[in-house]
């Protein structure tokens, strides 16, 4: 039997949300993206004027050991379509989630 399928957009409701993991700090920080849309394949922080990429671990976190400093953060999210968002001023909230200010794309089909 063959199997078809395709990957669908959920009408997910509002923002994306960013987790701050236990213990982190502006000198090691791990982040979950959460209530995406769609699949999230990178997270990136802008830092020294361009984005450099979060390392995600098997646990569904993105994980910088070297931090970031002590924020606000400005993070670019990518998604399994190529549909990117950036979320500036995202403060550094350890155990918190912090709401960003946009969703990803839609995507029709």
Same mark, same amino acid.
């Given at each position: 039997m063959r199997v078809r399928w395709k990957l669908v957009s959920p009408g997910t409701r509002g923002p994306i949300r960013y987790r701050?993991?236990?213990?982190?700090?502006?000198?090691?920080?791990?982040?979950?993206? *959460?209530?995406?849309r769609?699949?999230?394949?990178?997270?990136?922080? *802008?830092?020294?004027g361009r984005f450099r990429s979060i390392p995600r671990k098997s646990y569904n976190y993105f994980v910088a050991a070297g931090g970031f400093g002590a924020?606000?953060?400005?993070?670019?999210?990518?998604?399994?379509?190529?549909? *990117?968002?950036i979320d500036k *001023?995202?403060?550094?909230r350890p155990?918190?989630?912090?709401?960003?200010r946009?969703?990803?794309?839609r995507r029709r089909l």
């Open positions: 701050f993991k236990e213990g982190s700090s502006r000198w090691w920080t791990a982040i979950q993206v *959460r209530n995406n769609n699949p999230v394949v990178r997270l990136e922080v *802008r830092r020294g924020g606000p953060y400005t993070f670019r999210v990518t998604d399994v379509h190529g549909s *990117r968002l *001023r995202v403060p550094l155990t918190k989630v912090v709401s960003g946009r969703q990803l794309a």
